[in-house]
């Protein structure tokens, strides 16, 4: 639950409902508010800060946790590509999946490296 002042008590209870509910109906049924009072709440910054927040915190964890299985994900492609025992198509597909996971970090590493230079030379330009 948040301790944001600026929004009431049952603002405060209904978050959590919200962040956690596959859909807004289902948060709105959970929070015991219908979706009209929902929507009119999002008008609210202070309520739609708090949702915001609540929900980057959430993802935020969620990605957390992916990174502890990203070493076992790792070593099940790299081991499905060594396993000779495996048909080919596995094989195949498991070395597809890296190959492809690689290349699509580069291209993000790439893209980064050229916001940057964007970014330094649209500062030295003001």
């Known amino acids: 639950m ?9 603002q ?7 962040v956690n509910s596959p859909t807004v109906e289902q948060g709105c049924k ?9 929507y009119r709440w999002l008008e609210n910054p202070a309520f739609k800060a ?16 992916l990174k ?5 994900a790792c ?11 495996c048909p080919p198509a596995v094989r195949r ?12 970090w580069r291209e993000t590493q790439e893209l980064e490296k050229r916001i940057t230079q964007l970014e330094e030379h649209v500062k030295g330009v003001k």
């Open 2 to 10: 948040t301790d944001n002042e600026d929004l009431s008590d049952k």
């Open 12 to 18: 405060r209870m209904a978050l959590i409902h919200f």
């Open 30 to 38: 959970d929070a015991g508010i219908s979706r009209d009072c929902f």
């Open 50 to 65: 708090e949702l915001s927040k609540l929900r980057e915190t959430i993802f935020l964890e969620s990605i957390d946790q």
């Open 68 to 72: 502890h299985s990203m070493k076992l």
């Open 75 to 85: 070593h099940t492609l790299q081991t499905l590509c060594e396993d000779s025992e």
């Open 93 to 104: 597909g498991a070395a597809s999946d890296i190959i492809g996971h690689l290349m699509k």
